[in-house]
């Protein structure tokens, strides 16, 4: 069993709490627009992994060690994290066939700074973006997520809301 925090859309802004909120999870995925490098480190001071991908606002040393798009097992599931990718029936262009091609179970992705955990039934499959982090952008409301995953079963989906 491994419980996750999701953000996204950082755009370089640390704000402590997101140690706070992450401090009993196994894991944090960043799902880009990281902004500086730094915010990754910082977060590797309170979490034993973190998994985090480029997004349309992210260069240097962000683009130099973070991939477009990460694919990957926890617990038996199969995980795609990336920045731009859609959501259930509106997926980015070639996302719907990557999806269904690498069996993915729980995909995960940031940039519009809209939050939504939805279920696919065609693909079986939890969608997840946690919305913005960060200050920069027109959300009014900034979220992080967290999520137990737990063999095939993922629970406990919490919706954390942080004052802009």
């Not at 998994?51 to 240097?60: K, P």
């Not at 199969?78 to 997926?91: D, S």
């Not at 262009?93 to 940039?111: F, Q, R, Y």
């Not at 913005?132 to 919490?158: F, P």
Request: proline share 2%.
């Amino acid at each position: 069993m491994k419980r996750i925090g999701i953000l996204s859309d950082t755009h370089g802004y640390w704000d402590e709490r997101y140690a706070t909120h992450f401090k009993d999870c196994d894991e944090v995925w960043h799902a880009g627009d990281i902004g500086h490098y730094e915010i990754i480190d910082r977060l590797r001071d309170v979490v034993p992994v973190v998994r985090a991908v480029s997004g349309n606002i992210d260069h240097g040393m962000v683009k130099r060690k973070c991939d477009e798009v990460e694919i990957f097992e926890v617990e038996g599931v199969k995980v795609l994290l990336t920045h731009i990718g859609g959501y259930p029936g509106r997926w980015a262009a070639g996302m719907k066939k990557l999806l269904k091609e690498e069996g993915i179970k729980l995909m995960v992705d940031g940039h519009s700074h809209i939050l939504k955990v939805i279920y696919d039934k065609d693909l079986d499959l939890l969608h997840i973006n946690p919305g913005a982090a960060g200050q920069q952008g027109w959300h009014k409301v900034r979220t992080l997520v967290k999520i137990t995953i737990d063999g095939e079963d993922m629970r406990d989906c919490e919706i954390i809301e942080l004052s802009k």
